[in-house]
């Protein structure tokens, strides 16, 4: 893996790291002591050779890595789902009962899977902020907030575009650090051929399901395994029967000796984001709306949802991942609302500021140097509620398929017939293969009638609202409030009767038509995508305006925090590959009740009722009821180790992260973190932040005393 060696100097200049276990470091700041990891640091890290990191990669939402020199990733169930899904059928149900590949052969595509390889990253902040800044001065030229964020945006686009090599199958991603404070360019590997290897069945790799979902004691077998594949060449290809496995440079080995209480660990991944050092606005903003409102939105649209499931095998195999994803950020929204009132975030940020604008009152030189960010964000949180509601209502109708791609469709017929230079940079011509194959991706479990139920429920929720807050699209649909819903009723029964949208096959082939062909189908869901599209550019807009202040005043107050207190701190998580450390240990959630660091399958057993989500398969449970452990049994707690916590700093896509022990060998795989420590986006507790990880123990077990995956077995290297 080369990297361009780069000193986040700005990371290291505002708050301090509360707890030597706290910060997600990245790849050139990673602590050259730690505690009971005997690697150096360029043993994890390097940018000349191979190196740990190089075996961890981005996969689906989450994270996996190599585990032999043949390809072979492994990664959590949940983030597999969608590809154990979009396989499944009545007939064949590989989600209900698992899958596995006995030969190479018998490997299957992995729809809309890809994996991303870290090549390099370097600093292209001067390059980003050009645009805004007159080069002979540093000036910044006189524009506005608004153009700012658009000028930016679009060199962020060029700068993608030329770094895409798609014959040798590299991308770049320019990513913000510190809210836009800097830019990097990261380039990676895309591997377009992922193929699905092996899965347990959801009776072992959903064990608990959403009951289970963020909580300890934990019991679910939540790991699968995919394939790179690359052509003949080496080179990155789309799926074909010549293409042969992907040999990486560096791949995992794994340890079947285990964890013990107070092991040093570490964790390689792909964090989403967290927001800790955000203002008091961004947390009121958060608790009191944003969280709330979501929680609302996707209970209602879950219970649509299974609903609809009801209908059918086939419709319940085909709506499970939005099913299952939802629920995932249900209960991560309310235990952010939970975690906010308990630890009083809130108020504890108030009383930071209030400390802070004391200090800014007495530095005038200060404020005439970098004014006061505080009460410009606070102004500009105070014009984004304004609309609020109506505004997230609209945003969140994309989550609709039929919607997101009639909306798509049409944007693009106008976007396409401009010269590139004048298009929005997400309407640039190298996007488009992706388009097309979301399209294909997206025809595998698509089922309209979900679709119609839940546009009448935004629409409903719209319908609510003050009739001076109502969107045009709503208020031109009926001429009488009082029957509003049945002319609502009525327009929707004819626009899913009449349009062409409803059909997977004619998305690709409408994206391919001009502006004219489009408008001359007169497709009724075409014609509500104009519309609709007229909001979500008016919100943009918004945005755009908000965006363009906003990462001129957080970089300033960030800057600021460091003339205050002089104290250190790490980037927030922003899907760059990481670095995290910590110790195998329990946790006291409350008073009088202290929770173990590992779990067992003798837990599986005390849980199982026979019934979802708790039904251990009978063969699980004569392997317990025989005692039939082998070499995997845990000398604590005389039983086969399920899961364990970890004091490690993680977030959401760090699902699949490689767990791994001092000498770098891979113990378990992260793919939940503790009700307790959800709060940790926005600041982590070493008294309750846990990462809960599968054993690699169980893993081993489920393969080899369980599926007889000896294929499997045979291919990593064990220790």
């Known amino acids: 893996m080369k990297r361009y060696l780069s000193i986040f100097i700005i990371f290291i200049l505002l708050l301090t790291i509360l707890y030597p276990e706290e910060g997600m470091f990245t790849l050139d700041n990673i602590p050259k002591k730690i505690k ?87 600093n292209i902040t001067d390059t980003v902020k050009s645009v805004i800044k007159f080069e002979e001065s540093l000036r910044e030229k006189d524009m506005t907030p608004e153009e700012k964020a658009k000028a930016i945006e679009k060199k962020i686009a060029e700068i993608e575009k030329a770094s895409e090599n798609e014959e040798e199958g590299i991308i770049g991603q320019v990513i913000s650090f510190l809210d836009g404070m800097e830019y990097y360019l990261y380039r990676y590997l895309k591997i377009k051929d992922i193929r699905l290897v092996y899965a347990p069945p959801s009776s072992i790799g959903v064990y608990g399901g959403d009951i289970d979902n963020w909580m300890w004691p934990r019991h679910t077998g939540d790991f699968s395994f995919l394939r790179a594949y690359v052509g003949p060449d080496g080179k990155p290809s789309e799926y074909s029967k010549e293409n042969v496995p992907f040999k990486p440079e560096k791949y995992l080995i794994v340890s079947s000796k285990g964890i013990k209480k107070n092991d040093a660990v570490f964790i390689l991944g792909y964090p989403g984001s967290t927001m800790r050092y955000r203002t008091s606005n961004s947390v009121d903003w958060n608790q009191n709306f944003s969280y709330p409102f979501r929680i609302r939105l996707f209970k209602d649209v879950i219970e649509i949802l299974e609903d609809e499931s009801k209908k059918g095998e086939d419709v319940a195999i085909k709506l499970s991942a939005r099913i299952r994803g939802l629920n995932n950020a249900l209960k991560n929204n309310q235990g952010m609302v939970d975690g906010f009132k308990k630890s009083k975030l809130l108020e504890r940020k108030k009383t930071q500021e209030e400390e802070f604008k004391l200090w800014l009152k007495k530095n005038p030189d200060i404020i005439k140097e970098y004014g006061n960010p505080l009460d410009q964000i606070e102004k500009l949180y105070a014009e984004l509620k304004k609309g609020a509601k109506r505004d997230n209502l609209i945003r969140y109708m994309i989550m609709i398929p039929t919607v997101r791609y009639a909306t798509t469709i049409q944007k693009w017929s106008i976007e396409k017939e401009k010269p590139e230079g004048e298009r929005k940079p997400q309407y640039m011509d190298f996007r488009i293969p992706r388009i097309k194959r979301e399209f294909e991706i997206g025809a595998k479990d698509y089922y309209y009638p979900a679709d119609k139920r839940l546009l009448g429920y935004f629409f409903e929720r719209l319908l609510e609202l003050p009739e001076n807050e109502q969107p045009q699209f709503i208020k031109r649909l ?76 957080r970089p300033k107050y960030y800057k600021l ?67 039939n452990y082998g070499i995997y049994m845990d000398k604590y707690i005389n039983d086969i180790p399920v899961n364990f916590l970890a004091t490690t700093d993680i977030t959401g896509g760090n699902s699949g992260s490689p767990v791994l022990n001092g000498k770098g060998e891979l113990v378990g795989l992260a793919f939940d973190g503790n009700y307790e420590s959800m709060i940790s986006d926005w600041q982590y507790d070493l008294n309750l932040t846990r990462t809960i990880a599968v054993d690699i123990r169980y893993v081993l077990y489920i393969l080899e005393k369980y599926d007889s995956a000896n294929r499997i077995l045979e291919e990593l290297n064990i220790k």
Request: proline share 6%; aromatic share 14%; hydrophobic share 35%.
């Open 36 to 122: 009971g990891i005997k690697l150096k640091p360029d043993e994890i890290f390097s940018p000349t050779g191979p190196c740990l990191a190089d075996a961890v990669i981005i996969i689906g939402g989450g994270t996996g890595s190599f585990v032999s020199p043949d390809g072979l990733i492994l990664t959590n169930h949940h983030v597999a789902y969608q590809a154990i899904q979009k396989n499944s059928s009545p007939e064949n149900n590989y989600l209900r009962d698992g899958f596995y590949a006995r030969s190479l052969e018998e490997e299957i595509p992995a729809p809309g899977y890809e994996a991303y390889i870290t090549i390099d990253f370097k």
């Open 561 to 627: 925090l460091k003339k205050w207190k002089g104290n250190e701190m790490y980037p927030d998580a922003n899907r760059t590959i990481r670095f995290t450390y910590g110790y195998i240990k329990g946790y006291k959630p409350r008073d009088a009740v202290f929770y173990d660091y590992i779990t067992s399958l003798s837990g599986i057993i005390e849980k199982h009722t026979g019934e979802e989500p708790f039904n251990a398969p009978d063969k699980l449970i004569k392997l317990w009821e025989n005692k």
């Open 478 to 553: 009926y001429t009488d409030k009082s029957k509003a819903k049945e002319q609502i009723k009525k327009f929707i029964d004819n626009v899913f009767k009449k349009t062409q949208i409803t059909n997977p096959e004619m998305w690709i082939k409408m994206f391919n038509m001009n502006k004219a062909q489009l408008d001359s189908l007169n497709d009724p869901f075409i014609e509500f995508a104009k519309e609709l599209n007229k909001e979500f550019d008016r919100i943009e807009n918004k945005n755009y305006r908000f965006n363009g202040m906003i990462t001129e005043l």
